[in-house]
């Protein structure tokens, strides 16, 4: 029986473990997935602050001043970062303060620097006396506390993939190390005696490895950790020594790709069946039809067309979805944009994606192919800006239509 | 004199140095420079070879050949992956093939192993005699010598940031090793007395220090090296032992991120002006105007703003573009995206960056405000999905009108 897209994904998303947990310090956190839910032990701001360089007054002190009739206030204070006023202000009053700097009591409002007669470096010395020119509403220049969120409320859920704005919000919090989940370790290697590594010398009827090259950059640009275990020759015993080895390896998932033989794919199988099973060997696509998984020693194991844009397409279909859900994010979702096809496409009714270039033009973004789509073919895959999705049961698609697209 | 964002981007970039070079291992060469141009040394597919598993014929002597009146051929040979055929196929003969296996000379078509009588495993015993049931076309199923690229074609350039597909690509043409641009190091520092390590106790007055953190990860993701220095206090001398550190560590650019006081940006430039300069310090957007650049030692220096939704967008607006620069990418473009905004937004003329979130309709993206855009608040940050971005002069923009937005 041959799976469709969806029910291959499910099928496989279900047979996956999701990594255990770990503390790493906030620093090396960058891109992993948080394990616990954070929730805001404060308020941020923490307290009243001022959003500008100036004079913290009561605003009813300065009603009506102007350049021509200002208002004097006697400086009673210097509040600078990091620091807090011990005293309340007093009515005539005023505090110089800095930018951040916590509201006195009894203070109401802040005079922008600019706005007064005062110094503009901040470092200046202190007057005794500042000239107000102009007047401030209650609440002006004043950012206050809990604006941004209050104590209490819930920030960030476990199984968020963090991003730099995630850290800087971890460190607001003072998180000074983080529960995150483990990095799921794929191993990976090829097989079939076509295959030789790139920098030896080139022999008849031979070409290079290229596929633990992709799927390994692949793999981390997913949140995984990729274990390169070269190339299997094409004999049930080679094949297995390399799954041996994905096992004690200590392997979350084993990735294969196979030589792009049928025959060599055959010894693959056996060898996996060997101390295993494969739950399910055809998907209904294209690229990437003879996609696998099962399992072998109990942990899961995927095998990919050996053609390098059927393994391509196969991991962005399956694998970084595996990947995510491994890793521990929680729903997630590839990002689509909507794009207008530039020419007529046509495919057998398969679920297909096409490599496709962007031209971005005032209202969308435009899509062409980029040449020959035959799965051995790695030159057009460079190229793509995007993989376009063509939904199965569809064998065209009409020039200036709007289809989904996956920017690459 | 204040600079707008294309000015200042300009002159930016002027002044930054572009790394050097080194060798290293294809493994280890995801996602940097490529520094050399790379061309084919020779056809790919190499050679003629099979599309799938079957047996190569003459397609003249397979003419007219159905399941009622089979042709007969005999079996003259046997043609796994990885090898080729030592003879020329005489007329009345075929050959066993692989997928991917070289075409034998002689033979101009495949007829695929399900269309015959010989059974479908690779390595199952060769049959003498092989019943052919279909006829095939010259050319059929044989993927030709050159149909991906031909020798000598010019595929990538140097100035290409390396992506998987780009790393098979070289694996393909047998590069195992690579000349990338060496990494840019940046140092980076903030400043402020205010500012406490996140993990330790929290004082009246004081914030947690959060921009190194979202620095780093955004250099990271730029394809820069963080190296992290720590906070300095709100003074000359030791603003200047950290730009004195960052110089010794032999960074290509020093990152400082002074505190939200302009009190605490003044030593900032006092200090590099005493053994540098300033060439701007301010520039025509919002948030994140005061933005700084110039060299202190000969090493180009960036001050971003405290307020850490102005550092974030200051990197992204200027710091993306000069990591590539810097990294050897040669004509790096941001993909934005054309987004319908549904609901009016409003700045005061300079050039905006807002914090949106994305809603995906069948038709286009829709996005919306995440909530208060002040330049202290973290949290609308964390939760935007993209950055809108309001062009220098506009200070509306009204609802349904189609606007560019970075996915964040």
């Not at 009561?58 to 210097?78: I, M, T």
Request: some cysteine.
């Amino acid at each position: 029986m041959m799976l469709s897209v969806d029910e291959a994904l499910q099928k496989l998303l279900a047979g996956l473990p999701v990594s255990g947990t770990e503390r790493v310090p906030l620093a090396e956190a960058n891109g992993r997935v948080l394990a616990e839910d954070l929730a805001a032990p404060f308020d941020s701001p923490r307290f009243d602050n001022s959003s500008m360089d100036g004079f913290a007054v009561r605003s009813a002190d300065v009603h009506g001043a102007s350049r021509q009739k200002p208002k004097s206030l006697l400086v009673a204070g210097d509040i600078p970062a990091g620091k807090s006023a011990s005293t309340t202000l007093q009515p005539g009053h005023s505090m110089r303060i800095m930018t951040g700097a916590a509201m006195p009591a009894g203070a109401d409002a802040v005079v922008p620097v600019e706005d007064t007669d005062a110094h503009a470096l901040a470092n200046g010395a202190l007057p005794a006396v500042v000239q107000v020119y102009t007047q401030v509403s209650a609440g002006g220049y004043v950012r206050p506390a809990g604006q941004d969120f209050t104590s209490g409320q819930q920030l960030l859920a476990a199984g968020t993939r963090l991003r730099p704005q995630e850290l800087a919000l971890c460190a607001m919090l003072g998180q000074g190390e983080l529960l995150v989940h483990r990095k799921p370790r794929i191993a990976i290697f090829s097989s079939g005696d076509e295959l030789l590594p790139p920098g030896e010398k080139l022999q008849a009827g031979k070409i290079y490895e290229t596929n633990s090259f992709t799927l390994s950059g692949l793999v981390q640009s997913a949140g995984g950790e990729a274990h390169l275990l070269g190339t299997a020759k094409d004999t049930l015993a080679d094949v297995k020594t390399h799954l041996d080895a994905a096992v004690e390896s200590g392997a979350d998932l084993i990735l294969s790709s196979a030589g792009v033989s049928v025959g060599s794919f055959d010894f693959v199988r056996d060898a996996v069946e060997s101390d295993g099973r494969i739950d399910a060997w055809k998907v209904n696509m294209r690229p990437g039809k003879p996609f696998t998984f099962g399992q072998y020693k109990n942990v899961p194991f995927v095998g990919l067309p050996g053609n390098p844009a059927s393994a391509f397409v196969g991991f962005e279909v399956f694998l970084r979805a595996a990947l995510h859900a491994m890793g521990g994010v929680r729903g997630w979702q590839r990002q689509a944009v909507r794009a207008r096809l530039m020419e007529t496409v046509e495919s057998d009714g398969r679920e297909s994606y096409l490599r496709v270039l962007i031209h971005v033009n005032p209202r969308e973004w435009q899509v062409y192919l980029t040449g020959h789509q035959g799965s051995g073919n790695l030159y057009s895959l460079v190229q793509a800006q995007a993989l376009l999705r063509m939904p199965a049961g569809v064998k065209k698609i009409r020039a200036k239509s709007l289809v989904d697209v996956w920017p690459l």
